[in-house]
């Protein structure tokens, strides 16, 4: 069984996660990426645009993350975008009232409708609406007139700029606008280190349909997710689930929701969420903002409001999974070895240089022009001497390192390398010549 404090343990120690301000003890729900981990979040997000482009009739979009109230207003989100809260009248905590009834705090306590707290005993107070979005105003002033939010989801930028797409790129149903991009949402108990986060980056798909378009789009998003998943990201199958969500857990907008659950350590979780939002979020900007939202159908010569499929996949819950997914534990001569057995599409170091000896200034020179070749063409590529080999392998393989190429003593003579296997530990002769085929072949881009 993976332990989630060895995956964590991990990703802090190689330096993937770092919590952010720690010097300043932290601020709960906030992680920094190091330098690996944001080459394996650049690889997801280039991934997932490759995935989605590769689709037809897909757009690009980047909106701020300061967002006007007017759009919040109308999406709804300054009406139901809550947790109810109860907070204790003794010592003032606060609890999800949900959580709260669900016992995950400790026992419920109640008497005569009176709910106690779960740490002092002192009584709850009735659940309180709390907005999950961060308030921030715009200009010198603090006032309503000022006030905007930090967005909770890129998708309101999208569906306020249906009308320039249809006008200015003339597209025609159905079409995509896709967006990557931060949202934030201030959740009160942020957990599982990355996976419930404050400040976290989506990959957003808002797809329009005509309402009368009889394909099965939900299903269609999820098939191609869920190859993506498998087929590029390298997940293994039996790992996630489609999970349906039941009708009162729906969000405000959604007619129907179909989620992908990843089984984390710690449970089975959500990494994506695939949405029919209905005409629910244009119809509404529709009436707040007077502006005439509806597409013309040249076909039908009917005006209608799009209906909307929305696909959005969570970069750090997908970055956890993942690592999670390529985690594993072996034996190599009798020592223990930790390896993140991940795809080398998604690994954020692809090859790792290293001259057999650290004392041989040959086969140093040697290694660095090896390396300097190789790095014209793969940016994700380490150079290393510290240690023995052995050791410079363990590392490599902790942070999923595909290939390990060694410079020796032979090398020097007839030019080749040899490049050891992380999974199979395989070690191949390469001649200089063949290295890039080599690395083409083994390191697939699509
Ligand atoms: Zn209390």
């Given at each position: 069984m993976k332990k989630i404090e060895d995956i964590i343990n991990l990703m802090i120690r190689r330096g993937f996660v770092f919590q952010s301000y720690e010097i300043y003890s932290g601020l709960k729900g906030f992680y920094d990426f190091g330098h690996l981990g944001v080459l394996l979040k650049n690889n997801i997000k280039n991934l997932w645009l490759k995935f989605i482009l590769k689709e037809d009739n897909i757009f690009l979009l980047e909106t701020p993350i300061i967002t006007k109230s007017e759009v919040f207003k109308a999406s709804g989100h300054l009406e139901n975008f809550y947790d109810l809260l109860v907070e204790c009248k003794s010592c003032h905590n606060r609890f999800r009232y949900d959580v709260y009834l669900k016992g995950d705090y400790g026992k419920v306590k109640k008497n005569n409708e009176k709910f106690f707290c779960p740490l002092c005993n002192g009584e709850l107070t009735e659940p309180k609406k709390f907005n999950l979005m961060f308030k921030t105003y715009v200009g010198p002033t603090e006032e309503s007139s000022t006030q905007a939010f930090l967005r909770p989801e890129t998708a309101q930028g999208i569906f306020v700029n249906f009308d320039n797409y249809t006008k200015i790129y003339r597209t025609k149903l159905p079409f995509g606008i896709a967006q990557i991009g931060k949202a934030f949402r201030n959740e009160i108990t942020p957990k599982n280190f990355i996976f419930r986060i404050k400040e976290f980056e989506q990959m957003e798909l808002e797809y329009f349909i005509d309402?009368?378009?009889?394909?099965?789009w939900l299903s269609y998003w999820l098939d191609k997710s869920m190859n993506w998943y498998i087929n590029i990201l390298g997940f293994k199958k039996d790992n996630l689930i489609i999970y349906e969500q039941p009708q009162k857990e729906l969000a405000h907008y959604s007619k129907k929701t179909l989620d992908v659950y990843y089984k984390f350590p710690f449970g089975e979780d959500e990494i994506q969420g695939i949405a029919n939002r209905g005409d629910y979020d244009l119809n509404s900007h529709l009436k707040f903002s007077g502006k005439d939202l509806r597409y013309f159908n040249d076909k039908t010569k009917q005006k209608v409001i799009p209906y909307v499929i929305e696909p959005s996949w969570g970069v750090e819950r997908i970055l956890l999974a993942l690592i999670c997914d390529a985690y594993d534990e072996d034996e190599i001569n009798n020592e223990k070895r930790i390896v993140l057995r991940l795809s080398p599409n998604v690994a954020p170091i692809k090859i790792a240089v290293f001259?057999?000896?650290?004392?041989?200034e040959g086969l140093i020179n040697k290694a660095k022009e090896v390396f300097d070749h190789l790095k014209e063409y793969y940016l994700e590529i380490i150079y290393d001497e510290n240690g023995s080999i052995g050791k410079r392998y363990r590392r490599q393989d902790e942070i999923g390192t595909p290939f390990c190429l060694t410079i020796d003593f032979q090398s020097l003579e007839d030019n080749t390398f040899t490049i050891r296997n992380r999974d199979t530990l395989q070690q191949e002769r390469v001649h200089f010549n063949e290295l890039l085929n080599y690395f083409k072949e083994k390191i697939k881009k699509f």
């Open positions: 309402p009368n378009d009889k394909i099965d001259p057999l000896l650290s004392n041989k």
